[in-house]
């Protein structure tokens, strides 16, 4: 279990540098999963992130994406992707430590959709359950 601190931190890292959503989780359109992600362009922040949820739930891996300055992104951006059964799990500790996303979390926590697992998801957001208006 996170310390009330960690709790609070990883609440204010997912508040401000992250999101949550539900997102279509494989090929055959039926399988959805609530996700984590947080994004940041200073890898030791995430590298804190990751080791609190590894240490506690096992999960959770950075993926780096190069800097683009055609895209004006001057830095490498990380991320941190959590999307399995511990997404639910890890919101229940740092419910009442989120503001911005306290509400998102509620409905992450409440999702039971069809069967889903820790393989890649695809962020389009079409994708997205329920999708987007303009798909």
């Known amino acids: 279990m996170m310390t009330e601190i960690e709790k609070a931190w990883m609440a204010c890292a997912i508040d401000s ?12 359109g039926k399988a959805f999963a609530p996700v984590i992600k947080i994004y940041n362009t200073h890898k030791p922040f995430l590298e804190k992130a990751l080791a609190i949820i590894r240490r506690e739930y096992g999960v959770g891996t950075i993926h780096e994406q190069p800097a683009r300055p055609r895209y004006f992104q001057k830095k490498p951006l990380f991320s941190i992707t959590i999307a399995n059964r511990k997404v639910q799990a890890i919101l229940a500790e740092i419910l009442p430590y989120l503001i911005i996303k306290y509400e ?11 069967a889903y697992d820790s393989r ?13 208006k303009e798909c």
Do not use: R, T, W
């Not at 540098?17 to 090929?27: D, R, Y």
């Not at 998102?104 to 069809?114: S, Y």
């Not at 890649?120 to 987007?132: E, L, T």
């Open 17 to 28: 540098e992250g999101s949550l959503a539900i997102l279509h989780n494989g090929g055959d």
């Open 104 to 114: 998102k979390a509620l409905e992450l926590m409440a999702f039971k959709g069809p």
């Open 120 to 132: 890649p998801v695809n962020y389009h957001q079409c994708d997205v359950h329920p999708p987007a």
